[in-house]
């Protein structure tokens, strides 16, 4: 009888986190519009429905999984940018009901809990066609794979190397940093007093890891986010290279394994540019150019700390009932990860040498948090928190009737702040506005076409503006340029790029490379050129392309900062 009730009990809160969760996706998912993001990956996946070739005709710093599925997209639901959004929706849905298989064994209260959290810092909070919300969801199913598929099931780490480099052909940097969690787990869970000549595998992996995690904070990473973030996952691989020893017949079978799997991931991308003999320009693509990524100055500036101290002093500062709320909301979101981190040390250290009682989950969760390490704003920090938050539930566990009760009331607290306060907010809101939670209050208006998407009435009206200003100049089959990004303005208008690249500041890395877009510029004109000065993507090149630009076309007008310039006939 009890277990009946306790089922019921468990179906009851699974019932209400699925229609939470589906709730919320749906009632969001066709707001906001990010342009550099969503207009990139309409662009790209729009030229590989027409048959472009990608990495071949098309540039993009992805390995490809993402624009495919953009594509595919399409494809199934409509060449709309809304029709991106459709396997997101599904996707967060389906993780949704993964986290509460996760966390059950803890409680369906606090596999409840775990959904409302997820549900309400993932997608919702950026609505966005990015690969990262591909990232999180395969580290999700990862982190299943190593929970619930059993031990002596001889393909489970075929499985779990084929989710892990899917992740990293969706996103590179993402997929190295749950590989690095995934094998720093292997290890632990595998640990046993040997000798070292039997161990010698396992600890050259983790002087691998820690010298690549040390190389990547180091040169990449500001102090403060180090402290922050990338000191835990490093200190998890320092004690295990003193205190995990796994035998090297035992690893060197698990590694196969997931090498197997890796491959059949990466099979079908290493067809398509054989066949297209793409391979260099992949090559290119990917590794060089998205390497130049981390340089750019806007990405280097920003910090958590400076975040979390603002917060600080904020709420000392007599602020209004919102202020300390939204404040409330950040302090704890920006130090999930560090408590995460010495949360899951505490456990590790408390135990005696040889084999370890670790989760996949939270060890996981504690390296996935680096991915919000690479550009230091809200938006990134929702790729990892809602999961970190989650993996604490785990490592509080059922406890007793007050620790669920404080469990509920901090996922009820969260999930209020964000919904309320930010959830499908504009991406223009300042810093300071995002933390003190103030809203967009301007009206918001469906634009149509091939978006379908409910934008503020603003940004509607200056789409229309520019898709009648080059329906006027442009003919249907003349190019027109957007730099260094605005690649969105390519597929509202229907109109052809001249170029591979879509954003000069990345797709521009040689001055081979720039002198072929001069050449074009020369030879094959654009009918129309937009520029922004002031965009966050300008490097010496797009200025240089400027000063090119201006001897030979008409400033027309100017809208929002951006320059609409037409060709001297």
């Known amino acids: 009888m009890n277990n009946k009730i306790t089922l019921s009990k468990q179906y009851l809160y699974f019932a209400i986190g699925m229609i939470f969760s589906f709730s919320v996706l749906i009632h969001f998912y066709n707001h906001y519009l990010y342009p550099p993001d969503d207009g990139a990956y309409a662009h790209v996946a729009d030229r590989i429905l027409s048959g472009e070739i990608l990495n071949l005709d098309i540039h993009d710093v992805h ?74 969801f395969l580290t999700i199913m990862t982190i299943v794979a190593f929970q619930k598929i059993p031990e002596n099931f001889k393909y489970k780490f075929l499985i779990i190397g084929y989710l892990l480099i899917t992740l990293f052909l969706f996103r590179q940097l993402s997929g190295v940093i749950a590989s690095m969690g995934a094998v720093c787990y292997i290890l632990y869970s595998r640990a046993e007093k040997i000798p070292l000549k039997n161990a010698v595998l396992s600890k050259l992996l983790f002087t691998v890891m820690i010298l690549g995690l040390c190389g990547y904070l180091f040169m990449k990473v500001p102090a403060s986010a180090i402290i922050l ?56 693509d990917t590794v060089i150019s998205a390497l130049s990524l981390t340089d750019l100055n806007f990405i280097q500036k920003r910090s958590f700390f400076d975040f979390l101290i603002f917060s600080m002093v904020s709420i000392t500062k007599l602020p209004t009932f919102d202020v300390i709320l939204n404040n ?95 959830a499908g907010q504009s991406s223009n809101r300042f810093i300071p506005e995002i933390l003190r939670g103030a809203r967009t209050d301007e009206k918001e208006v469906f634009f149509a076409g091939n978006v379908n998407l409910w934008l503020r009435e ?20 003349e190019t027109i340029f957007a730099f260094p990004s605005n690649s ?73 900062g951006m320059e609409y310039y037409l060709l001297r006939d």
């Open 63 to 136: 390995f490809g999984y993402i624009n495919f599925m953009n594509a595919a997209a399409f494809a199934l639901f409509g060449n709309e940018m809304v029709s991106m959004r459709i396997p997101i929706v599904i996707m967060g849905l389906i993780q949704a009901a993964l986290i509460f298989w996760l966390l059950n064994p803890k409680g369906p209260v606090v596999a409840l809990c775990g959904v409302l959290v997820l549900s309400s810092l993932s997608f919702i909070q950026y609505l966005n066609p990015t690969a990262n919300w591909y990232g999180l």
């Open 488 to 560: 969105e303005i390519y597929y509202i208008t229907g109109r052809k790029n001249p170029f591979r690249f879509f954003n000069s500041s990345f797709g521009i890395h040689s001055e081979e490379q720039f002198e072929n877009v001069l050449s074009t510029l020369k030879t094959n004109p654009p009918r129309m050129v937009f520029y922004t000065p002031d965009d966050k993507y300008n490097t010496e090149n797009s200025v240089r392309i400027y000063q090119s630009i201006k001897s030979r076309y008409d400033l027309i007008e100017t809208v929002g």
């Open 328 to 422: 409330l909301y950040w302090i704890i979101l920006i130090l999930v990860t560090p408590v995460l981190g010495i949360m899951t040390l505490i456990k590790i250290c408390g135990q005696n040498q040889g084999k370890l009682m670790v989760s996949a989950f939270p060890m996981m969760a504690v390296f996935y948090a680096l991915v919000s390490v690479h550009y230091q704003i809200f938006i990134y920090l929702y790729y990892t928190v809602g999961l970190s938050l989650c993996a604490i539930f785990w490592m509080i566990g059922s406890g007793n009737f007050k620790i669920r009760n404080s469990v509920l009331f901090l996922s009820i607290y969260i999930c209020a702040i964000a919904l309320y306060f930010h």
């Open 229 to 284: 973030l990338g000191l835990w996952p490093l200190l998890l691989l320092v004690n295990g290279l003193f205190r995990v020893s796994v035998d090297n017949k035992t690893l060197s079978k698990i590694l196969v394994h997931m090498l197997v799997g890796g491959i059949l991931a990466a099979v079908p991308l290493i067809l398509y540019h054989l066949y297209h003999d793409s391979i260099g320009s992949w090559y290119n």
């Open 458 to 477: 603003s940004e509607v009206s200056t789409y229309q503006h520019i898709i009648d200003i080059v329906d006027k100049n442009v003919g249907r089959q």
